[in-house]
């Protein structure tokens, strides 16, 4: 008798202690997906709820409803992309679904490269913050920019008062929220600064925990030397640094990756954070005006053209650029391609070689180099420039401390001949060099576009899959991703991105892009 008592009081306990387990509730569920973190590990098969633009939850969710149901069997889910190499400012407003980078998997941008940004970031970022475009967006505070607004394009030091001026206006943008300082220094009129400028710039942005990002002096012939400068400001001032498109410019140059990562390498064994990105392509994307000698641009428009009117000096400057020339091994000016030239637009997608022919010139390279002298007295034009080799892509790639960047704007579709970075750059890292050639593999490509991007530039809760960071997905088919722009037809967007979610709100469905605008400014908390 007392067995069966024993027996009924704990079954009526059991029973009485068992609960159906309710079901938790979520906004979107992502369900079977092969989930990568962003930290580098390998996939594992989970389910992702998001709630309230936040993740909430990774793991195995059956117990989970929604009321937006993702199955991504098959799929790869991973972090946003953060594209930590754009030029934004002015194409914002144009278009504010930045089609180019979301098509491209991209949630996240860092604008402001190459020296050249807006100098009141403060501004910036609420201006940002009002539009609402389809991405995220960090800015650094350009270095060119700075100059200008303290001294115009002068070929000159500054004195104290100038410097002090470019000192609080860096400062400024920090507290703002600048994420750091970028330096184009091939361009005017940061060309003309000496390193000690530089430095201390690079110091004022280091209290407020910023990067030192920079296009550096030289990017070929001299790049040992260039490589050499961006590492010392970061000693000297204190600063992680990041170097822009690393790369190898002009044939005379190619196979110098040997020379230059691992300077890289030893720097950060030296204890210096120095990382560095790059895209993925063997040609570049500048403006004309780089084909000149630096002193010939300084002062602005109306200065070129009253040198260039001096045949003299105009002997000179095609003196110099037919030497550089020579240095590549070519014959004529068939590297440069016209990418956006406003006078004439039938001259976009054409070499300066074509061009010249177009003009009805003589095939010679002298006649080549004074069309080039006549572009620029009518303004210039945005140029591609091939000149890189394979083989240092490759290497390049290699170096696990390297992200991926576009050095792109938001495009304006059918707009212009531009390089087709800005349409294709993950989608090649990912079709190109890790399904088909596997460079690298799917989870260090992943961590390089995400994580590591993440880290350097100070994107708080950002670049991994982790509960309570916000909720910038992407889903995508590893077996079918790759980029469809070309440089002979560019304005095509990328395949195979069949998910794009931006703090937590969808923006491409079933790979189709909606109108959804959810993106915000990424300040830097110090």
């Known amino acids: 008798m007392k067995l069966a008592f024993c027996t009924f009081l704990l079954l009526t306990l059991s029973m009485s202690s068992y609960q159906p387990l309710h079901a938790q509730q979520a906004d979107i569920l992502i369900k079977n997906g092969k989930i990568i973190d962003g930290t580098g590990n390998s996939w594992f098969i989970g389910d992702v709820a998001v709630q ?8 195995r969710l059956g117990n989970w409803q929604a009321g937006k149901i993702i199955d991504a069997g ?7 992309f953060i594209d930590v190499h754009t030029h934004i400012e002015g194409d914002e407003k144009k278009n504010p679904l930045a089609s180019n980078f979301i098509y491209d998997g991209v949630t996240s941008v860092v604008t402001g490269n190459c020296g050249i940004s807006e100098v009141n970031l403060g501004s910036y970022l609420r201006m940002i913050d009002s539009l609402r475009p389809a991405v995220n967006v960090a800015a650094l505070i350009g270095h060119n920019d700075v100059r200008k607004a303290a001294m115009g394009s002068a070929n000159r030091n500054p004195n104290e008062a100038e410097m002090q001026h470019m000192e609080s206006i860096v400062e400024q943008a ?101 990382t560095i990105d790059q895209y993925p392509y063997t040609a570049s994307s500048t403006s004309l005006s780089t084909l000149l000698p630096d002193w010939v ?9 009253a040198r260039l009117a001096n045949p003299e000096i105009r002997k000179q400057v095609i003196a110099v650029m037919l030497k550089n020339l020579k240095k590549r091994g070519l014959p004529h000016f068939s590297y440069p391609v016209v990418a956006s030239f406003k006078p004439d637009t039938a001259y976009n997608g054409k070499s300066i070689e074509e061009v010249n022919l177009m003009r009805g010139k003589k095939h010679k390279v002298k006649e080549e180099a004074e069309t080039i002298l006549q572009m620029m007295e009518l303004g210039g034009a945005g140029m591609i420039f091939h000149g890189m080799s394979n083989e240092d892509v490759n290497a390049i790639m290699r170096y696990p401390f390297n992200m991926f960047a576009s050095d792109a704007s938001i495009r304006v579709f059918g707009s212009g001949n531009p390089h087709p970075r800005g349409y294709g750059t993950n989608a090649r890292v990912l079709g190109k060099y890790v399904r088909e050639e596997k460079v690298i593999s799917l989870e260090e490509a992943i961590r390089r576009m995400t994580s590591l991007p993440a ?33 002979d037809k560019p304005h095509q967007y990328s395949a ?20 959804s605008r959810n993106g915000i400014a990424l300040r830097n908390n110090h």
């Not at 309230?52 to 793991?59: R, T």
């Not at 098959?74 to 946003?80: D, S």
């Not at 690079?202 to 002096?217: D, E, F, I, L, P």
């Open 455 to 487: 880290q350097k530039f100070n994107l708080h809760n950002r670049g991994l899959l982790r509960e309570g960071f916000a909720a910038d997905l992407v889903i995508f088919d590893e077996k079918t991703v790759s980029d469809l722009s070309t440089y």
């Open 174 to 274: 920090m507290k703002d929220g600048a994420v750091g300082m970028s330096t184009g220094l091939i361009y005017i009129p940061g060309t003309y600064s000496k390193t000690p400028e530089v430095v201390r710039l690079a110091k004022v942005t280091a209290q407020y925990n910023g990067v030192y990002a920079s296009h550096m002096r030289s990017e070929g012939d001299s790049v040992v030397k260039a490589i050499e400068e961006a590492l010392t400001i970061g000693r000297e001032a204190g600063i992680p640094v990041e170097i822009s498109h690393f790369k190898l410019s002009g044939q005379q140059n190619w196979g110098r990756s040997r020379e230059t990562v691992p300077m890289i390498i030893q720097a950060r064994e030296e204890g210096l954070d120095v």
């Open 52 to 59: 309230a633009g936040k993740i909430v939850k990774i793991g």
């Open 74 to 80: 098959g799929l790869i889910v991973a972090p946003g």
């Open 496 to 515: 195979g991105f069949k998910y794009v979610l931006v703090n937590g709100m969808i923006s491409v469905e079933d790979g189709v892009q909606n109108n």
């Open 297 to 305: 641009l300084a002062d602005g428009q109306d200065s070129i053209k």
